[in-house]
Structure formats: structure tokens, C-alpha cells
């Protein structure tokens, strides 16, 4: 008798293949052991009672009824076509689905009605995944229809992001009010100039005028008036003599109260750059010049155009968020810093912050909902920290976070959604270095850390998040021991890797998302995402470093060189901060220039 059974424990035996979806599938075609027929259209589909109702709730409150189970042998099924039914029925026997974007939507709403929620969800990731301008406001209707909040998601993000383009025509009178809304408060809209959301509402306000025309003062609280520039105003003022239904309200304004009225700049109003800022990595030489050298990179024109820089920055972290830019830490001459600094895009200069409760440098820095987090990194050369806090910008206070569960230094790092993700990185250096062969993942409502593993580690790698994962580019590899280089301090166990790999949500590698190889090996490159593209700058490996640019959008099957390059006097630059900054256009800019008398608000009358 084993020791499980002797002890009262029950034994786990292996699974194995039941051949349950062969069974499904040559039942359904041969029609066997059929008990109940479902009837669309005049047309008979013989089927499963038991396996319907395990897969629909629908079907199941139909044969059971009142707590006992009917016995009737058809089933009508109102409004659902026959081959609608077929293909519902092929799914459920065969899991088979070959979905077309005509087919889809009618797929979905047979789902929907039948309850069949497996299907439902694979018919609505379809959608999602073909929603475009052309097709949106019917997906719009659908996900009304059937209640779908991810696809009610999918379609608002999609109007906030080609806002121009999608409210062209009149199909956008169809959204709710609440949707409406949705839109049109958002940050992230794609909107070059403000009068276009005003006139957006008045467009749909008038599609229905006697129905809507209560809904005209909440809806005009989300325009931000005070982006409007002098023409734009006299626009305003002409339609307005025509509707006669508002009164403005004005105020005189410098450019930071209009800032603070504004809620800030819509996407559309930015331009994006690559802030590159040259911070010098050499922690045991003389800096070649007292300011850390900082410019813009306008990838569209390939044009750079030197910023105000820092002075004495080195071995700093940098981060961004829109219009702003953060820098943390550094080393100079061992002497480590707990400094961090904020650049304003609308005044091209820097302001210093609350400093951190630890000196540190090459940590984990990120930017999310206006808290800055810094994680990790190294106090002294081989002495690393598992200590993490968080800056409330708001307040300007310092919050310790949950620890690390080891210390770590040079992670790559990121943010999606609502968690914060410490990618690879060094455990310390002994007589090698060590790598973490794993993703820390920050859960910021719990403040908990969970470790997830890798097949292999890196270090010094960048990171760029996209909508359902973390692209991560290059970095320093471990090598095999065999090939380790003796004779330096500390024997080189890396080497700089061209690899690039997906990370999903859950911290694990997805095979189904395909990155090319980089040109080269790279390490303590900067990557970023600028547009559809994600660059990257300059870079190292144990040889030399470079400043050559590289570019690759998703989707295509390998990585393009810029013809410009970073413009440093050396022969490369790597261990740099890089970030992506939004630039306000220059006719928003001028807005915030000088003070003047400034539309902040439109009433409607009593």
C-alpha cells in the first residue's frame, strides 16, 4: 500500500485523453443518440439535450422547467438563422469555428441569445481585432444590443483614438450620451484643435435638438475653451450669434492658469519626440562638460534640436509621462544621489522634486498615475538594494512599498495596466555577475510582489508595453561558463544579445507574438515607443558603443536604420536616459505664452 494511502490521502492519478472531442464530433456527424431537434427557419438540426445545457444557460432553463426536467423532443428558435445554428452547433460538437468579419457579428448575436458564452468571447475578440473606422458605429450597435462592455471598450478607444476621422459623417449621432461623454473627456483624444469637440456636440445635440437639447450643458463642461486660439474663438462666437442658447464666461489668465483650467492637452495637440539625454556614463572620469548634454529627436523628420540639460548627471534613471519628463538617482565619482528632476515641455525647464529616501541608481523607474516608483538598483558597485517607494506628485511625499523579494539592479522596466513589471535585471556580482532569470510583477492595490520565471536571464534589455504585453529588446545574455573572458574585474559571463522577446500580462514569454532579431547585439540601449514604431538609440556591447538608430513596427519582418544618428562627438553612447516626450504643437504652445483675456467656459441659458 502506498504512503498516500496509508495516511487517508487520496492518489492524483495523470489524466488521460478521454477522446471526448472525437466522440463529440462523430456523434454530431453521424447523428447519433439524439435527443432533441432545434428548429430555425423550417430547417431541423437533431442534437444533445446534456451537452447543450452544459454549455448554455439558456438551454438549460428550456428542458428544465419549474425544477423538473421537459420532455419535448424540438426546440424553436426565434430569430436565428439556420446557418447560424450550424455553425454554433459545429463550435459545440467540434470546437471548429472559421470566422469571416461578414459572419462574425451574426455569429456573435446567435451567441448572445443562446447564452453560449465561450463563443460569444472568441466572436468578440474577432471583432475587436478587425474594428476599424469603416465598421465601428455597427460594432457600436452590436455591443448596445448585447451588452458587451469589452467591445463598447474596444469601439470608444477606437473613436478617441481616430476622432477626426470617425466623426466625419453623421453615424456618430447614434452614441448615448454617456458614451458621448466617454469621448470627449478623454485626454487621449486625437483632436488637433478644441473648436472640433465643440462642434462635435453641437452636431449631435441638433440631430435630435428636442431630445437632446438637455443634455447640451454637461456635455459642453468636458470642452476645454481655454485651448481655443483667437480665430478659433471668433469661430465660436459667429456660431453661437446663430443658436443663441449660450452665454461664454471669460477670464484674464497666465499660461499656468490656463494650463490648470484646461485639464491638460489632448493627444492631438502633442507632437512626439525621443528626448535623449546624454548623461555621460563614465562614473570614474572627468565629465567632458558641466551640462549633461539633452536634445530632441523628431523621428517623422529625422531632425534632433538640443534642450536644456542637467549638470553633473550621471548613471541616472529617466522616465516620462506625456508632457513630462522624470530623472532619479545617478552616480558621479562614487558619490550616489537621491535627486530627481522634472522637465516641462511647455517651459523647456527643469525643476528639482523631493528627493528620494535612498540614494540609488540603475533601478527599476517608472511613471504611472501621476506616482513615480523607484525599485531596486545599486547603492555601491556590488551592493544592491531590494528597497522600493513610491512619489505621490500631487503631495511631493515619499511611500515605501512592499520590498522587493531579492535585491536587483538593472532590470528592464515597464507598466501595464495596473501593475508595475521588474524585467530580468542582475542579482548582484560576486566574481560574475548574476542574472534573474524572471519578472518581478508590482500588484500597485494589493503592494504585493510575485516572481514569475524565465527560461533565461538578462540584464541592462529595454522595455516598451504594449495593449497586452511588454515587448523586451536586447540586453546583456548570460554566457556558458565555458566561454567566460578572464582577466577582467569581473570575468565577463555576458554577452550582448539580439534577442527580443513578448512578455503577456501574466509575465511569461508569448511565442505567438513575433519580434525580428536585432541588427546587432545591443545592451543599455534606449527603447522606446514613439507613434506605431518602437527605436532604438545607440547602445553597447563588450567591444564599443554606438549611436546608430534602429526602428521596427509591429508586423514587420525585420528592423530598419535611420540615416540619423545620435548626435554625440564620441564614437557611441550607451547607458543613457532615452524616453518618449509630448511636445505641445506650436500654434497650442503659443496659447500658453503670454496672459490674456481667455474663454474658460459655455453656459446655457435659463
Known sequence: MSS???????????????????????????????????????????????????????????????????????????????SIVQNILRYIYT???????????FLFTGASQLQITPLQNV??????????????????????????????????????????????????????PGDLTAVISSNDLTVASELKVYQVVR??????????????????????????????????????????????????????????????LRHGMYKPHILFIDTQMCEYQELETEEAHMSCYEPQTELWEKLPGLQSLTHACCTSDRDRIYVSGGVYKNSYSATIFEFNAFTNQWLQLTAMPVPRAAHGFVCHRQKLYAMGGWCRFQSFLNLAESLDLATGKWTAMAKLPFALSHPASSVLREKLYLLGGATGVSNHWLFHKGVLIYEIGSNTWTQVPL??????AGAVAADNGIYVIGGYAEKKTRDWVDGALVPENRHSTRKCVFINEAGR??????????????????????GKRIYVLGGEDLAQRYKTIYHWEPGESRWHRSSSEIPVPREGISRFGCVTLLRPKPHVLQLFQVASLVLVAAVTKS
Open 123 to 176: 466572436c468578440c475578440r474577432f471583432l475587436v481585432a478587425h474594428l476599424s473606422v469603416q465598421n465601428c458605429f455597427e460594432i457600436y450597435s452590436l455591443a448596445q444590443a448585447h451588452h458587451s462592455r469589452p467591445l463598447l471598450h474596444a469601439v470608444l478607444w477606437l473613436l478617441i483614438r481616430n476622432f477626426d476621422q470617425s466623426f466625419e459623417e453623421d453615424d456618430f449621432l447614434q452614441l448615448d
Open 455 to 460: 527560461a533565461t536571464g538578462f540584464f541592462a
Open 203 to 264: 452636431r449631435w445635440v441638433q440631430g435630435q435638438p428636442t431630445k437632446r437639447s438637455p443634455f447640451l450643458g454637461e456635455l459642453l463642461r468636458h470642452v476645454r475653451f481655454p485651448l481655443l486660439g483667437p480665430e478659433e474663438q471668433d469661430m465660436l462666437q459667429a456660431d453661437l450669434e446663430q443658436w443663441g442658447d449660450l452665454d461664454l464666461e471669460w477670464k484674464v489668465m497666465d499660461g499656468q492658469d490656463r494650463l490648470r483650467q484646461t485639464r491638460g
Open 95 to 105: 470546437e471548429e469555428l472559421a470566422l469571416t468579419p461578414e459572419l462574425a457579428p
Open 4 to 82: 498516500s494511502h496509508k495516511n487517508g490521502q487520496a492518489t492524483k492519478l495523470k489524466p488521460r485523453p478521454l477522446g471526448l472531442k472525437e466522440g463529440l464530433t462523430e456523434m454530431y456527424q453521424e447523428k447519433l443518440l439524439c435527443d432533441v431537434t432545434l428548429v430555425a427557419d423550417g430547417q431541423r438540426f437533431p442534437c444533445h439535450r446534456a451537452l447543450l445545457a452544459a454549455v448554455s444557460p439558456y438551454f438549460r432553463d428550456v428542458f428544465v422547467k419549474g425544477g423538473q426536467e421537459c420532455q419535448e423532443k424540438e426546440v424553436l428558435l426565434q430569430n436565428v438563422s439556420p
Open 509 to 530: 514569454v508569448s511565442y505567438s507574438v513575433s519580434i525580428p532579431k536585432l541588427p546587432r547585439g545591443l545592451a543599455n540601449a534606449g527603447v522606446v515607443c514613439c
